[in-house]
């Protein structure tokens, strides 16, 4: 039986929070549990009013939803508006459709040249702004691989603000928003072979129409993080030090801080146990320059490419067994479970009305439960299993 040595730590609030517009409030999944003072935050997803409708009570009006997007031939260069051209907005987007290009490259190299591509949608928001999913599946080495971007804008209606803000005694008006973000979830086919998460994305919200006086918020968030079904040291030791390196270069508080944040959001509460191997995650990042926080998110989605893809060309063609199969497929089921019960932009998309291609993206193709499994003590299973439930310190 393995024990948990130490409980999650409780994360830290962020000092900016009570001043920063809350999206994220419109999801209550605190909840109870094992540990429920873990609070966690709300994603920043962007929202819009419901045309009103009828049910068999009359006419609501109320309900919140993300808009329907039309689908485009093609891509464009931009889909921010031409006065946001040398604004952080265009750096950041700029930097989020390269890291979607170099990232798609480079597991379209592993996967060879016989080897599947990925199929990319383009998509528009009446509102304002749009976005690009590729998705590639069924390939050699990949069984499915997600890597999507947005940019997106327009006026947050005052429901979902009043959801964000329940203890605001003021009605405001309609809240110009601004949200951009990288999103990939990379799924192999050898157990051997770990699944890669990385997310980073930069929000902004403007005065509302009836308080002009109001500051403009703003604030990045994101990270990487690692989920294998077996532990090779050498591999996730590799993972961590590319993380810290990347935070090194910009405040040395940053590994420990968000590689800690990272083993406190990826908590599966009524498993006791973490997703994976962690790696770094942040929420709400303000109170930094603007510029630099937009470098560390650049350094950060650039450093996916050399922490995980040489861990990739190592493992991808690594021999395996039915029963290696079979706890992958495991591991995978738990990933399934945090990403529709607690993963943030997943249960929203699924409760808002978003479209079901990209809120699902992030799934595998497969995946595996069985009643009450145990892996023996003392195996590679059980030490995986360990490590998820007391997170160590691996660098």
């Known amino acids: 039986m393995i024990k948990q040595s130490i409980s999650p730590p409780i994360p830290t609030p962020n000092p ?3 001043s920063s517009l809350r999206i994220r409030s419109l999801l209550n999944i605190n909840g109870s549990g094992p540990y429920p003072n873990i609070k966690k935050k709300q994603p920043e997803w962007l929202i819009t ?4 409708h009828r049910h068999r009570y009359g ?4 309900a919140v939803s993300i808009e329907k997007e039309v689908m485009e031939a093609e891509s464009p260069d931009s889909f921010l508006r031409d006065s946001d051209d040398a604004s952080v907005r265009s750096r950041f987007e700029k930097m989020i459709r390269e890291a979607q290009c170099s990232v798609c490259a480079a597991i379209e190299a592993v996967e060879g040249v016989e080897g599947a591509k990925f199929k990319e949608d383009v998509w528009s928001r009446p509102a304002g702004g749009g976005g690009i999913s590729r998705v590639l599946q069924d390939g050699a080495v990949w069984e499915k691989a997600g890597v999507n971007v947005s940019v997106v804008y327009g006026l947050m209606p005052p429901e979902a603000y009043r959801a964000a803000n329940p203890n605001q005694a003021r009605k405001p008006g309609p809240i110009p928003f601004f949200a951009a973000g990288i999103s990939s979830v990379l799924h192999p086919k050898n157990p051997f072979a770990p699944t890669l998460h990385f997310n980073y994305r930069y929000f902004e919200t403007d005065a509302p129409k009836d308080d002009p006086g109001a500051p403009r918020q703003w604030w990045f968030g994101g990270g990487t993080d690692l989920t294998p079904a077996y532990i090779f040291e050498e591999d996730v030791k590799h ?3 590319i993380q810290k390196r990347a935070c090194d270069k910009f405040d040395p508080t940053f590994y420990p801080r968000f590689k800690k944040w990272c083993d406190d959001y990826f908590y599966i509460k009524h498993r006791d146990e973490r997703r994976g191997l962690g790696g770094i995650f942040f929420d709400d990042l303000n109170d930094y320059d603007q510029g630099m926080l937009l470098s560390f998110a650049t350094e950060c989605a650039n450093s996916v490419i050399p922490a995980y893809i040489p ?3 190592k493992r991808k063609d690594t021999p395996f067994t039915d029963h290696h199969k079979a706890w992958q497929q495991l591991r995978r089921g738990r990933y399934v479970e945090f990403n529709l019960v607690y993963d943030r932009g997943t249960t929203f998309g699924l409760k808002t009305g978003g479209r079901i291609e990209s809120i699902l993206v992030s799934l595998p193709l497969t995946a595996r439960w069985e009643y009450d499994h145990k892996p023996e003590e003392g195996s590679e299973e059980w030490k995986l299993l360990d ?4 997170p160590k310190e691996w660098i």
Do not use: M
Request: aromatic content about 4%; overall charge neutral; glycine content about 0%.
């Open 49 to 52: 009013q419901r045309a009103p």
């Open 239 to 241: 993972f961590h030090s």
């Open 16 to 18: 900016h929070s009570s």
């Open 59 to 62: 006419t609501r009006t109320d």
């Open 387 to 390: 490590a998820c439930i007391n």
């Open 311 to 313: 861990i990739i060309e």
